[in-house]
């Protein structure tokens, strides 16, 4: 596991989360360390949290709601139209004897679940 970058990126991500890198070594196995991120990603969006109800009640599910709606609306229209591209790019691929069905599905798949994976990293990427 590498450490270094594994901290890094946490603090690019999680404004505010303390993680040293000899915690992480301690950690041993790759599930050890899970639990370890885990554990301190729960910590700073408790603390998140309840900044944000401080000043208004359920003030941080609103805001994670609104977050997470918006991502979805905009990858899912930027989704639709990487749909349309594939749709002409597999027919073109027709010549090359393939299953052009079989071949859209695939990649809208992976197009999908790059979507989501989108919708994941913006959501949490934006919210802290």
């Given at each position: 596991?590498?450490?270094?970058?594994?901290?890094?990126?946490l603090?690019?991500f999680?404004e505010?989360?303390?993680?040293?890198?000899?915690?992480?070594?301690?950690?041993?196995s790759?599930?050890?360390?899970?639990?370890?991120?885990?554990?301190?990603?729960e910590?700073?969006?408790?603390?998140?949290?309840g900044?944000?109800?401080a000043?208004?009640?359920?003030?941080?599910?609103?805001?994670?709601r609104?977050?997470?709606?918006?991502q979805?609306?905009?990858l899912?229209?930027?989704h639709?139209?990487?749909?349309?591209?594939?749709?002409e790019?597999?027919?073109?691929?027709?010549?090359?004897q393939?299953d052009?069905?079989?071949?859209?599905?695939?990649?809208?798949?992976?197009?999908?679940?790059?979507?989501?994976?989108g919708?994941?990293r913006?959501?949490?990427?934006?919210?802290?």
């Amino acid at each position: 596991v590498d450490a270094a970058g594994l901290v890094a990126k946490l603090k690019q991500f999680f404004e505010g989360i303390e993680v040293a890198e000899a915690e992480i070594e301690a950690a041993g196995s790759s599930d050890r360390v899970t639990a370890v991120v885990l554990q301190k990603v729960e910590e700073v969006l408790s603390k998140k949290e309840g900044e944000l109800d401080a000043v208004k009640d359920a003030f941080a599910y609103e805001i994670e709601r609104y977050i997470t709606l918006t991502q979805v609306d905009n990858l899912w229209k930027q989704h639709l139209k990487d749909m349309d591209f594939l749709k002409e790019f597999v027919g073109l691929r027709s010549y090359k004897q393939g299953d052009p069905f079989q071949e859209y599905q695939e990649e809208g798949y992976e197009l999908f679940e790059d979507m989501l994976a989108g919708v994941r990293r913006n959501t949490v990427y934006s919210f802290f």
